[in-house]
């Protein structure tokens, strides 16, 4: 069974400019989340989608980032215009319907703004 | 709030000891899990324990909970230096609707 999946493995990018980060969970799961970690902090929730709808959103940090879940596969997250502080690794996690708190994760992005 | 903070923050020991981790959290959990990040690499799911289990094993690995005190142990017995890594302990809290709290972790550092 295929795990996690995340592209790209690693972006860089100015800042102002837009990145679009994919995650396509482990099929068959309902729920994916997306997490950060910046700056060596602790890894933070972002949001939460059940199928294509979004659960909890209460982690976006602002109107800057924008998920999307089409169709109840994968997912996208952008972020525009990029900041500075938005530099970090992004997890993507995915889970069962059944078993919401076993969640697998990706890889992560690590995104540089500079 | 923050909570799941690791202590300590970074622990290094040679091949053959023992590594002990804590976790300490805040509000009430359904579970606590421990992950494992190698550098630069995805996080791995090492060890799950619900609310009313109080200790767990799983190879190498022995995870206990303390609900009481808000508090969890991770323990890797005869380490290796390929169990390098950042652990992380993460709770889903009784109303977190599922999302995972993390802790900052603790590096662990096994020398050869």
């Known amino acids: 069974e295929a795990g996690v999946t995340q592209f790209p493995s690693h972006s860089v990018i100015e800042k102002g400019q837009t990145v679009t980060l994919r995650c396509d969970p482990i099929s068959g799961h309902d729920n994916l989340y997306w997490y950060r970690r910046v700056m060596g902090k602790e890894i933070k929730f972002l949001l939460h989608f059940v199928k294509e709808s979004k659960q909890d959103e209460s982690g976006m940090p602002n109107n800057r980032f924008l998920a999307e879940r089409t169709g109840g596969t994968y997912s996208t997250l952008k972020v525009q215009p990029a900041e500075l502080e938005d530099s970090g690794v992004y997890f993507c996690?995915?889970?069962?319907?059944?078993?919401?708190?076993?969640?697998?994760f990706g890889p992560g992005t690590r995104l540089t703004v500079t | 709030s923050q909570q799941g903070e690791e202590d300590p923050q970074a622990l290094s020991i040679q091949e053959g000891e023992n590594a002990t981790m804590n976790c300490s959290y805040k509000t009430s959990i359904n579970n606590l899990q421990w992950y494992r990040q190698n550098s630069g690499r995805g996080l791995v799911h090492l060890i799950l324990i619900r609310s009313n289990e109080r200790e767990k094993h799983s190879g190498r690995l022995r995870v206990t909970l303390d609900t009481s005190k808000k508090s969890s142990s991770l323990l890797i017995t005869a380490s290796r230096a390929a169990d390098t890594a950042s652990y992380f302990c993460a709770t889903d809290e009784v109303r977190g609707f599922q999302k995972l709290v993390f802790g900052t972790g603790t590096r662990l550092l096994v020398s050869p």
């Open positions: 996690a995915s889970s069962h319907r059944t078993t919401a708190f076993e969640q697998y």
